[in-house]
């Protein structure tokens, strides 16, 4: 039997992550995964959050295999995904993205599911002190790195309702601030703010949605291996390796 890629990941999607080869954790649980290696955007994790598209299309040469490209005006995915805190105490959601050079609008949004509290997103935005990647709290926006345009680059987010905590990923950086969130939208949207817009311009990439609040190094695992980091083994790589997936390897940009 062939196995794929897709198949073998909606195989483990109920196993804990083993992030990089790490030993399981129970907090830990892959909830939507996008590859965007097709048009059709499908949720490779097993679980059904297919997206409906609006405007998105398949390009090529993304940072491992395709992408989405989100063409800055009135494109998104929405993922019927309920991301609030009451759902979700923790959660740690990101992608990789290469930003257009030509985005003329200081806000923009990657992951969204805002109402219009600062309600769980992650983007471009600069009111965090600078122009940059950057992440909603739920009372305001914590700041990163400045955005340089059509350079992939690897953006996360950690919410962690019960420490009272936020903390962003830019590539090798992380910035934390004390903060708990309200209560957003019931889905979530790529590429776009469901409350105002704020469409982002350019390809993305491997976009993930985990149960739980991952640490510094589980994020550093991922942003070094790539979707393959991400994608849930039983108790080892082995696992999967068992059945003839050892071509999940993708070429990286």
Do not use: K
């Not at 097709?38 to 097993?46: K, R």
């Not at 969130?181 to 491997?206: C, H, I, K, Y």
């Amino acid at each position: 039997m062939m196995i794929t890629r897709t198949s073998a990941v909606a195989m483990a999607a109920g196993v804990a992550l083993a992030i990089g080869g790490m030993a399981p954790q129970a907090h830990a649980q892959l909830l939507a995964l996008y590859s965007f290696d097709d048009a059709s955007f499908a949720d490779i994790s097993g679980n059904g959050y297919t997206p409906t598209n609006t405007n998105v299309t398949f390009a090529s040469g993304g940072f491992e295999g395709g992408s989405a490209f989100f063409n800055g005006i009135n494109s998104f995915l929405q993922i019927g995904l309920d991301i609030n805190p009451t759902a979700l105490p923790q959660l740690t959601m990101g992608c990789w993205v290469r930003v257009d050079d030509d985005f003329d609008s200081p806000i923009r949004q990657f992951i969204s599911h805002d109402s219009g509290g600062f309600d769980r997103s992650l983007g471009i935005d600069f009111r965090g002190g600078l122009t940059g990647y950057s992440a909603f709290t739920g009372s305001g926006v914590l700041g990163g790195a400045p955005v340089v345009a059509n350079e992939w680059a690897f953006v996360a987010v950690v919410y962690d309702q019960t420490a009272g905590s936020v903390t962003l990923h830019v590539n090798g950086s992380s910035f934390t601030t004390l903060s708990t969130a309200g209560s957003g939208n019931t889905f979530v949207r790529l590429g776009s703010n469901p409350a105002f817009g704020e469409f982002f311009g350019g390809q993305m990439d491997n976009a993930f949605f985990i149960r739980g609040a991952l640490s510094p190094t589980e994020i550093t695992r991922i942003r070094e291996g790539g979707i393959n980091a991400i994608i849930p083994t039983p108790t080892a790589a082995a696992g999967l390796a068992m059945l003839g997936v050892g071509g999940l390897m993708r070429r990286r940009r």
